[in-house]
């Protein structure tokens, strides 16, 4: 995977109408997602309610919480520590385990991988930890809930893959680091 081949984003046009009120919105598709629910969450209440309570992360906010240790390279995602960073010394098996599953979610989300999943093989092979050790914090990552455990669909293999709750845990564990 080259540098060339992240989609380049179209521009998107929507229109929304609520009762009388009738808004055209233009741009990036995120620009254009966060106006809507910015419009719909003024003029239907519940919804600046129901977003409120809600935790659902996208790709660019995947990208702006973890940009500091996830890197797509041509391998795939890696995680690719900073040596000057005195956080990132410190990670702990767990969290490294986690960050690439999140490297393996945002790219699904770029739409550069068909899952958002690794197998254990997969998770081993980039993160370069012994294989005991990834299998343990799989395991506890697991139990947590913080991972999902899936079969594929041939039964030949099992995919991991990293849940809303795991990311939010991850990110407020990366948060504590200091820097």
């Given at each position: 995977?080259?540098?060339?081949?992240?989609?380049?984003?179209?521009?998107v046009?929507?229109?929304?109408?609520?009762?009388?009120?009738?808004?055209?919105?233009?741009?990036s598709?995120?620009?254009?997602?966060?106006?809507?629910i910015?419009?719909?969450?003024?003029?239907?209440?519940?919804?600046?309610?129901?977003?409120?309570?809600?935790?659902?992360?996208?790709?660019?906010?995947?990208?702006?919480?973890?940009?500091?240790?996830?890197?797509?390279?041509?391998?795939?995602?890696?995680?690719?520590?900073?040596?000057?960073?005195?956080?990132?010394?410190?990670?702990?098996d767990?969290?490294?385990?986690?960050?690439?599953?999140?490297?393996?979610?945002?790219?699904?989300?770029?739409?550069?991988?068909?899952?958002?999943?690794?197998?254990?093989?997969?998770?081993?092979?980039?993160?370069a930890?012994?294989?005991?050790?990834?299998?343990?914090?799989?395991?506890?990552?697991?139990?947590?809930?913080?991972?999902?455990?899936?079969?594929?669909?041939?039964?030949?293999?099992?995919?991991?893959?990293?849940?809303?709750?795991?990311?939010?845990?991850?990110?407020?564990?990366?948060?504590k680091?200091?820097?």
């Amino acid at each position: 995977m080259s540098n060339h081949d992240f989609v380049t984003t179209a521009d998107v046009s929507v229109s929304v109408a609520v009762g009388d009120i009738k808004v055209q919105f233009n741009g990036s598709a995120e620009s254009v997602l966060q106006s809507v629910i910015a419009f719909m969450s003024k003029q239907v209440p519940s919804l600046d309610l129901a977003k409120r309570i809600s935790l659902n992360y996208s790709a660019t906010e995947l990208i702006e919480s973890f940009a500091k240790f996830i890197k797509i390279t041509d391998e795939g995602p890696r995680i690719i520590l900073d040596p000057g960073e005195t956080a990132v010394k410190k990670l702990s098996d767990k969290q490294f385990v986690a960050l690439q599953l999140v490297a393996s979610r945002i790219l699904n989300e770029l739409g550069k991988s068909n899952t958002d999943g690794l197998s254990l093989s997969q998770i081993q092979f980039a993160t370069a930890l012994n294989p005991k050790s990834v299998s343990s914090r799989l395991s506890e990552l697991v139990k947590s809930g913080f991972v999902l455990r899936n079969n594929t669909k041939d039964g030949l293999d099992t995919l991991f893959i990293i849940t809303t709750s795991g990311i939010h845990w991850l990110k407020q564990m990366l948060s504590k680091k200091p820097t």
